[in-house]
């Protein structure tokens, strides 16, 4: 079975960096994408930036600039470097995988969440 487990969430005040990593286990022999989501409370989740296996990169307009996503030295592992951090990045976030080839297919994957807590 797939698992993504995230860690480096926390709070941290306006203006500071946190780095959110993920990794993915479960026999993979492949992932075609990796992503961050981030939900707020009372919004919908969203998506914040997300990394093919091709290297290719996307992220949200709020965050451009500011986060940047990058794979990890260990196989199926994703980081989310994040900066300059603001109030409005407070969020649970969410580490995502798409098109996961284990002993099965894995449409999508998807980890527990981490908290983010940016104070003003």
């Known amino acids: 079975q797939v698992q993504l487990v995230e860690s480096g969430g926390g709070l941290v005040q306006a203006g500071g960096s946190l780095r959110l990593s993920c990794a993915a286990s479960?026999?993979?022999?492949?992932?075609?994408?990796m992503s961050w989501y981030r939900q707020a409370p009372g919004k919908q989740r969203e998506l914040v930036a997300g990394?093919?296996?091709?290297?290719?990169?996307n992220y949200a307009d709020s965050v451009k600039g500011r986060f940047t996503i990058s794979r990890g030295n260990a196989k199926f592992t994703v980081y989310l470097q994040m900066n300059s951090l603001k109030p409005e990045d407070t969020a649970v976030y969410y580490c995502?995988?798409?098109?996961?080839?284990?002993?099965?297919?894995?449409?999508?994957?998807w980890g527990q969440g981490t908290q983010v807590t940016v104070s003003s």
């Open positions: 995502n995988a798409r098109g996961v080839a284990s002993k099965t297919f894995t449409a999508e994957a």
């Open positions: 479960g026999s993979i022999f492949s992932i075609n994408a």
């Open positions: 990394i093919t296996s091709a290297g290719s990169t």
